[in-house]
């Protein structure tokens, strides 16, 4: 069965250094998110992309964010300079609509980040 | 902002009974799905009930949904030792937004 993958699944940053968290969704998806999930919290939403831009994000999302899809299998997550607070599991989703209102999204595995 | 709260927090149970989960919302929306995550682990959906729909059945799952009390329920028959994990439910409004809504989580222990 196809599944979303991500790597690394742990990475350590020391504060202030860039990091990029990587994703290959399901091949045939049309839509990608990130999510995140600080340790005991909720998941929080933040940003959803499709056909190559994004589509909707959240407040998280601040300009230390960005996504990008650099070729026709992955997506990645970059934060600029990381904060102590960046610190969560990530998790990559994606989504087939075509055309459907309402879809599934599948979740990767996550990556554990830590800084430092 | 929409929000799930889920309860309880946390529920106990013995292999072989049943657990019930209920996710409460805020505002009108186009589906409610239910994912289930193993400690420190990915989301694993569950099942998607449509606002239109009132129940879903899938296995030893069954979900139901009450839009006029903007409520959902999870019941997991005959648990299993497997079964333990946090439930998560999700919310989305449909139309141009996608994002999901996650709630609060129950954190589901099964004793063997």
């Known amino acids: 069965e196809p599944e979303v993958t991500q790597t690394p699944s742990h990475q350590v940053t020391q504060m202030g250094q860039e990091v990029i968290l990587r994703c290959v969704p399901i091949s045939n998806h049309l839509y990608f998110y990130w999510y995140r999930q600080i340790l005991g919290q909720k998941v929080e939403f933040l940003v959803s992309?499709?056909?190559?831009?994004?589509?909707?994000k959240s407040e998280i999302f601040d300009d230390q964010f960005s996504v990008e899809r650099p070729d026709g299998s992955n997506f990645t997550l970059k934060i600029r300079s990381t904060k102590l607070e960046d610190s969560a599991m990530y998790f990559c989703?994606?989504?087939?609509?075509?055309?459907?209102?309402?879809?599934?999204?599948?979740f990767g595995p996550g990556t554990r980040l830590l800084v430092l | 902002s929409q929000q799930g709260e889920e309860d309880p927090q946390a529920l106990s149970i013995q292999e072989g009974e049943n657990a019930t989960m209920n996710c409460s919302y805020k505002t009108s929306i186009n589906n409610l799905q239910w994912y289930r995550q193993n400690s420190g682990r990915g989301l694993v959906h569950l099942i998607l009930?449509?606002?239109?729909?009132r129940e879903k059945h899938s296995g030893r799952l069954r979900v139901t949904l009450d839009t006029s009390k903007k409520s959902s329920s999870l019941l997991i028959t005959a648990s299993r030792a497997a079964d333990t994990a946090s439930y998560f439910c999700?919310?989305?409004?449909?139309?141009?937004?996608?994002?999901?809504?996650f709630g609060t989580g129950t954190l589901l222990a099964v004793q063997p």
């Open positions: 999700a919310t989305q409004y449909g139309g141009a937004t996608n994002k999901l809504i």
């Open positions: 992309f499709y056909n190559n831009e994004i589509s909707e």
């Open positions: 989703a994606s989504s087939d609509r075509q055309g459907r209102i309402q879809e599934t999204q599948y």
């Open positions: 009930i449509r606002s239109n729909e």
